[in-house]
């Protein structure tokens, strides 16, 4: 059983350029939530989709915004890249109706 | 909302010695606790979780955690450290609700010396 996959591993792009980062969800889960994580701190939680829709946002600008498909697989955009956005994300996925996350092994982006 | 503080930026301990890491949490009600461990450039692999019952949880990796509701803390532990339990251990705090989101720590740095 493949775990959390993310797509690209590492990415670098130039201010105000846009970006897409992929996810898909261990087999069996149907909630995908989308973390940063800025050098030496902890992951701070960006969105969570369920069922094809945003059901939660934490304190991320409208720059950052996300998808998700029919098959749970996710996309997390962020336009207008800041210096600042440099950062890994981390997908987790989340079997139905339970509290644990499971994470990918995240993409790391610089913005240059 | 919930918040977690790890106190312990850094670590250092020697390879065979016990191993404490600290976590404080803040939620109004009875928190679910969690502790991840992140190796360089890996992702997040949780160790152990805390939802209710018998406050002492045993993990993966021979790790233990005690859950103590009078002092809101779930400290993680281990009674002898292997050179690969080096890495960044992260607490996390989430609440009763079915995928809701987790609140981390800034997590704290083990380094083990031979």
């Known amino acids: 059983d493949a775990g959390v996959t993310q797509s690209p591993t590492h990415l670098i792009k130039t201010r105000g350029q846009q970006v897409t980062l992929r996810c898909s969800p261990k087999s069996g889960h149907d909630t995908v939530s989308w973390y940063q994580q800025a050098l030496g701190q902890g992951p701070q939680f960006i969105f969570q989709?369920?069922?094809?829709?945003?059901?939660q946002r934490g304190n991320f600008p409208d720059r950052f915004s996300g998808h998700q498909f029919p098959n749970y697989s996710s996309e997390l955009n962020v336009n207008a890249l800041l210096l600042g956005d440099s950062a890994l994300y981390l997908c987790a996925s989340t079997y139905p109706q339970t509290y644990e996350q499971y994470f990918g092994p995240g993409t790391r982006l610089t913005v240059t | 909302a919930q918040s977690v503080t790890q106190p312990d930026i850094h670590i250092t301990v020697s390879e065979g010695a016990s191993l404490e890491l600290r976590c404080n949490y803040s939620?109004?009600?009875?928190?679910?606790l969690f502790w991840y461990v992140q190796s360089p450039g890996q992702g997040l692999q949780l160790l152990l979780k805390y939802f209710s019952g018998d406050t002492l949880v045993q993990g993966i990796k021979g790790f233990e955690a005690e859950f103590k509701r009078s002092q809101s803390s779930f400290n993680l532990r281990k009674p002898s450290v292997h050179w690969s339990d080096a890495a960044e251990y992260f607490c996390a705090v989430g609440t009763p609700i079915y995928n809701n989101d987790m609140r981390f720590g800034a997590g704290t740095r083990l380094t083990v010396k031979p």
């Open positions: 939620y109004g009600a009875t928190p679910y």
């Open positions: 989709y369920y069922e094809e829709e945003e059901r």
